[in-house]
Nanobody, 120 residues
């Protein structure tokens, strides 16, 4: 089993910053990527940012230039630095780990989520 524990959410004013962290533990094999998703009330869960084990990154257009994802391959952690936050960034943020050994289908693991609220 893989456990993902997120931290760093909270309440911040518009224009402020927050840093989310996610630590993976358990039976971790062949991590392919880690990332952050978010889900606002009444909306579908969406990709915020992801990073592969090779360091390739992918960002949602809405956060490019404001958010930065980073990871520590030794500690199996991923972080999301969020700057210039806007009210529309308010959501529950989820950490995801994708495990894939190059054959078959990848396996996704999700954290419990952490609330980010940006007041305008």
């Amino acid at each position: 089993q893989v456990q993902l524990v997120e931290s760093g959410g909270g309440l911040v004013q518009s224009g402020g910053s927050l840093r989310l962290s996610c630590a993976a533990s358990g039976s971790i094999f062949s991590i392919y990527a880690m990332g952050w998703y978010r889900q606002a009330p009444g909306k579908q869960r969406e990709l915020v940012a992801a990073i592969t084990i090779g360091g390739n990154t992918n960002y949602a257009d809405s956060v490019k230039g404001r958010f930065t994802i980073s990871r520590d391959n030794v500690k199996n952690t991923v972080a999301l630095q969020m700057n210039s936050l806007k009210a529309e960034d308010t959501a529950v943020y989820y950490c995801k780990l994708t495990s894939w050994r190059g054959l078959g289908s990848p396996t996704d693991y999700w954290g419990q989520g952490t609330q980010v609220t940006v007041s305008s």
